[in-house]
């Protein structure tokens, strides 16, 4: 504890406490509201921030600022992330996707470029006392599409598990959906800080990119997958601490590796789990613990820790409270609508197609992360900040429900053994 010191190792283990408990109950809370857990969990961060304590009791606030300020904090958070996506790809049916590759990319195409253009179309028209001026118009419009074309896999995975939908085909369609569009939108996300960064559009550096994501997922493929059968084969079945060690080992383990070669960690997190996976997966008395660890502590810290810097105050400002809501609804019709047309095109029935629609269009945390990569850089002021995190919190607050109600409707129970024939 010395490097750390004695006073902040104490204030950050009390804060860590108070955003559990916080997370716990606001959890509970919008559970018992027809929600999910995950939308007070993502709540937490803006109860405890400068939203509410900060405004309400600033002493309190102030006297856990140390600890909001710590880089730890980050870390701890960033572990929580790699466990959920971990968890994610440990529950992927592969072969499922494989079946269905075709739809994804298209059905995922279209989720990303229609709220993507109708993105770049508000970015344009946004008022100038909105924009930092740091940042041209058109990077500013090019990172706000990205930021909206995105959805959030956390919370896509975390929602469909409260509903007991993510090992149903729709779930694992839904869920590598997901993952296809996010891994596009961090693609995106490189490119477009890239040109903030030179101001212009570096070809060789996006080809570069590439070239390390492909190199990453063969190795996976070729070389890592060889490596966890091998391990995995080592250990007894009932070897439930083994197990554990393996896959919080390989999630650390990949996302570390994807950190540096310039990939998102959370991708190498997701790729491990599916590693495991496709070895035979884990005991299941290892898969208990790993899961309710993953969602009871580590998931609630990551999404309470993503909403700290933020300050939704800044929306009683006439201006930021019109743009937000315009961004709010070319965010959802651009991706639900997108997701939609798309789906029914493939072959599958409207309520389908609005259950994906409805799930992909969730945000949360992801679209928090590159909210505040817009504003370290100067790409977005304090109040398109704010905007931002209004349709991360709230597109991830109505998907519960509404898919709660498309997956219990006449249909939702067919969706469990619907199979489209894909060409």
């Known amino acids: 504890m010395t490097a750390l010191g004695l006073a902040d190792a104490a204030t950050l283990a009390a804060f860590l406490g108070l955003l559990l408990v916080v997370a716990r109950v606001l959890g509970s809370l919008t559970e018992r509201l027809g929600l999910t857990r995950v939308v007070g969990e993502l709540a937490t961060g803006f109860v405890l921030g400068p939203s509410v304590v900060g405004r309400l009791a600033p ?5 856990f600022a140390p600890a909001v300020a710590l880089p730890l904090l980050a870390e701890i958070s960033l572990l929580g992330l790699v466990l959920l996506l971990a968890l994610a790809g ?9 079946t269905y590759a075709r739809d994804v990319v298209t059905i995922g195409a279209a989720g990303l470029v ?19 001026g740091e940042a041209s118009r058109l990077v500013f419009a090019l990172f706000l599409a990205t930021s909206l074309c995105i959805s959030a896999i956390p919370v896509v995975v975390r929602i469909l598990i409260d509903l007991d939908a993510f090992d149903s085909p729709f779930g694992q369609r839904t869920v590598a959906t997901a993952m296809f569009t996010d891994i596009v939108g961090w693609i995106l996300l490189g490119v477009v800080v890239g040109i903030a960064r030179v101001g212009r559009f570096d070809g060789r550096a996006f080809a570069a990119v590439m070239l390390v994501l492909a190199a990453f997922l063969l190795g996976a493929a070729v070389v890592g997958q060889r490596v966890v059968d091998a391990v995995l084969a080592r250990l007894p079945d009932d070897d439930a601490a083994g197990h554990l060690l393996v896959v919080v080992a390989a999630a650390v383990g990949a996302s570390a590796l994807a950190h540096a070669v310039g990939i998102e960690p959370a991708l190498g997190a997701f790729v491990a789990g599916v590693l495991v996976a496709r070895s035979g997966g884990i005991s299941e008395r290892a898969r208990s613990v790993f899961e309710r660890g993953t969602l009871r502590v580590f998931a609630p810290v990551f999404f309470g820790v993503a909403g700290l810097d933020a300050d939704l105050g800044l929306l009683a400002d006439p201006t930021v409270a019109v743009v937000g809501a315009v961004t709010l609804a070319v965010a959802t019709v651009g991706k639900v609508g997108g997701v939609y047309v798309a789906a029914t095109a493939l072959g599958y029935d409207r309520t389908e197609a609005a259950g994906m629609g409805v799930g992909l269009n969730a945000r949360g945390a992801i679209e928090i992360v590159i909210a505040t990569v817009g504003l370290d850089l100067g790409i977005l002021s304090p109040r398109m900040y704010t905007v931002v995190l209004l349709v991360a919190v709230t597109t991830s607050a109505m998907t519960p429900p509404l898919l709660r109600r498309i997956l219990d409707g006449a249909d939702g129970a067919a969706m469990a053994d619907r199979t489209v024939e894909s060409t």
């Open 90 to 98: 440990l529950e992927t049916d592969v072969e499922l996707i494989r």
């Open 114 to 132: 229609v709220p993507f253009a109708l993105g770049v179309g508000v970015g344009v028209v946004v008022p100038a006392s909105l924009l930092t």
């Open 59 to 63: 002493s309190v606030a102030d006297l």
